[in-house]
């Protein structure tokens, strides 16, 4: 027995409100698309199990081999745009508004044969605008901005698609005279971000202060750390231990360790691996280094370039300083490149295994394990020539505005309640508290109270390990009355008045315990009170009505005809006007619906085979089971009928009487 608080409720959604997540470590969506090298070959992580696939449709040539970034909202792991500090291309994979190639004006000016040419970050307290770092020839940072909220290339009813509206601006507090390396990383209360770079051949660190929108307001500070002077290669942060590893691109130079302080910006010597320096290039030693996840290994991907001494070593902090450099590639290689550790933990690696030889990625797996543990994955795309030296750049974490609120729907008690999250942008993950002591993790949950009385309902939403709370009293009437009716029964065929009245007349009679006077009862077939006598074999429900409060109770019955095969198929509308009968004794061609779908659409039919409603994603129509009338149910469900998959409808846990709707949302 079941009880509800109407006969059918549609709830209207957009799918990407269940874009929930199972784990923090799944928080940000910002590195799940490495867009890299000058082929037609990107990477993806796909949801849910982060499994990683090489695509080779979208992206086209002309893009750099070296220094690139690429940006992903983090809340929702859509592609916003990718540069390799020359070209930005927006999410249609073509040249963004504003880029116009042979032109420097609009082109951005990085040095696109730097390590780490490009840097990204969202715009402090304007999520719909990014800046981009650019690591300039001349070692100067420049800026320029990247909003999201022009349309750019798109064509309605496309999403934007953004514009460069800001080229190549300096930055008036920076005197950064930069190495190939450069890192942006967000301050730990997420207020703002830090642009970390080295000076040419020294050993000064300069960290910039990004503390709002304006440039003018921003600050540096310069530490000299260590007494090693070099030219830096790459930047690697762990987050688990508040290190960077600074990979020297000067030959016999040891990789140096920082300590960084997040919510200050300080920067202070910690102290350099012995025996991590190389001379196999005058101007390339190591040409990156990348964390395990859990910050206790740190490994190192030597250049090499001659007699094939590139190779990728770990370093183990665990052991004594001092400790041997360990390999993890099954044997040396011509080149080793670019490390970068994806969502999914393992590190990737690019590499030549000879000279002239194609550029491929390679995989680190159990990266937090000692060295004679890991597994190498040689070639993780069979030997795609990627050309390109070095994965992207991505966004790092940024401050969202979180809204939280909720609605419900029914108020008796022993009666499902139904909670709706109201919840922009969606939540990585929910909590509700019930106010009776029962509480839920799921997304739109469904819960019954014992009794009647004032609960306070309290929602918390987690975005990116940030939070925040609703709560609302909401008031529960009590509600006793109970629909008892048996599961099954069965029928004589004589009794079924679909074969005429050979014989007395099926019934069954639904026990209404707790009921006030003046209860009513209405039967699916149309019958009212609290018997039911059907035409034939079905399945049949009751709503039995307080009639002081107004609530609900539902039971159903499945009634069966005495040796008899019962076969029940569904309906489906489509398209103008179309429509097919799949029930017994043959199917049959419709042309009784009021739906012009030119696209996708959904028809949801009851057990017995009768169509309940059906719907385009923005119009709703139902069909009465007993005079077989159309009519608008409801209109402005915010579903694109232009979309070939615009809804689908999916019944309430254990209530057929009630059902959600799911739209893809308008575009525009």
Not at 77 to 94: C, E, I, K, M, R
Not at 152 to 165: C, K, R
Not at 523 to 531: I, K, Q, R
Request: charged letters at 10%.
């Amino acid at each position: 027995m079941n009880r509800h608080s109407g006969k059918i409720l549609l709830l209207v959604t957009a799918l990407m409100l269940l874009s929930t997540v199972k784990t923090l470590a799944q928080a940000s969506y910002a590195n799940y698309n490495w867009f890299f090298g000058n082929s037609v070959y990107s990477m993806q992580f796909n949801r849910p199990n982060l499994n990683v696939s090489l695509d080779s449709i979208y992206k086209s040539p002309p893009f750099g081999s070296f220094g690139n970034a690429t940006a992903t909202e983090p809340e929702t792991g859509n592609l916003l745009f990718y540069t390799d500090g020359q070209y930005v291309y927006d999410a249609s994979f073509q040249l963004m508004d504003g880029i116009i190639a042979g032109n420097p004006t609009f082109l951005l000016n990085a040095d696109v044969n730097k390590n780490q040419n490009t840097a990204i970050i969202s715009m402090p307290g304007n999520n719909q605008q990014y800046i981009i770092f650019t690591n300039t020839p001349g070692g100067a940072i420049n800026y320029s901005i990247v909003d999201m909220s022009q349309p750019g290339n798109a064509v309605f009813p496309q999403p934007n698609l953004g514009s460069v509206t800001v080229f190549n601006q300096s930055i008036p507090a920076s005197t950064a005279n930069a190495s190939q390396a450069m890192l942006a990383l967000a301050k730990g209360d997420l207020s703002g971000y830090w642009l970390i770079t080295v000076d040419q051949g020294s050993n000064v660190y300069k960290v910039l202060d990004i503390n709002g929108a304006n440039p003018a307001g921003w600050s540096e500070q310069a530490y000299t750390l260590g007494t090693v002077t070099l030219n830096a290669a790459h930047l690697s942060f762990s987050d688990r231990v508040d290190k960077i590893a600074v990979a020297p691109a000067s030959p016999n130079t040891n990789v140096q360790l920082l300590d960084f302080d997040r919510m200050t910006g300080v920067l202070s010597f910690d102290t350099e691996i012995l025996n991590s320096g190389f001379a196999d290039q005058a101007t390339e030693a190591v040409y990156d280094v990348e964390w395990s996840p859990d910050g206790s290994k740190l490994y190192i991907s030597r250049y090499g370039g001659i007699a094939n001494t590139a190779d990728v070593l770990q370093f183990d902090f665990n052991l004594p300083a001092g400790s041997s450099l360990l390999s993890v590639l099954p044997a040396p290689v011509f080149g080793s490149y670019g490390l970068q550790r994806g969502p999914d933990n393992n590190i990737y690696h690019l590499y030549q295994e000879f000279n002239g030889g194609p550029l491929v990625v390679g995989r680190i797996r159990d990266a937090d394990s000692v060295a004679a543990q890991v597994q190498y994955d040689p070639t993780v795309f069979a030997s795609q020539n990627i050309n390109g030296y070095q994965f992207p750049a991505t966004l790092p974490p940024r401050q969202v505005s979180l809204s939280v609120d909720f609605t419900y729907a029914g108020t008796c008690s022993n009666s499902p309640t139904t909670f709706y999250p109201l919840i922009s942008p969606p939540a990585d993950r929910v909590y509700w508290d019930f106010g009776d002591g029962g509480n839920s993790t799921q997304l739109a949950p469904i819960y019954t109270y014992a009794s009647g009385g004032t609960y306070s309902v309290m929602l918390i939403a987690e975005l990116n390990n940030q939070t925040d709370t609703v709560t609302k009293a909401i008031n529960i009437t009590q509600f006793d009355l109970q629909l008892i009716l048996p599961a099954d029964t069965v029928a004589c065929q004589c009794e079924l008045p679909k074969y005429g009245p050979t014989c007395t007349a099926f019934s069954v009679t639904a026990q209404a315990n707790n009921a006030l006077a003046g209860t009513t009862y209405l039967w699916s077939n149309g019958d009212t009170g609290p018997t039911l006598t059907p035409d034939s074999a079905g399945y049949y429900y009751v709503v039995a009505t307080d009639p002081t409060t107004g609530c609900t109770a539902y039971a159903g019955v499945n009634v069966q005809e005495y040796g008899a095969t019962d076969q029940r198929a569904n309906v489906w509308y489509f398209g103008q006007n179309a429509g097919i009968d799949f029930n017994p004794p043959a199917t049959n061609a419709l042309s009784d619906s009021q739906m012009d779908a030119p696209e996708g659409c959904t028809a949801v039919s009851d057990r017995n085979g009768v169509v309940l409603f059906y719907t385009d994603g923005d119009q709703v129509f139902v069909k009465d089971k007993v005079t077989g009338v159309h009519s608008l149910l409801d209109t402005g469900l915010g579903g694109d009928p232009g979309s070939s998959q615009s809804v689908i409808a999916v019944p309430f846990p254990n209530d057929e009487t009630q059902y959600y709707i799911f739209t893809t949302q308008e575009a525009g």
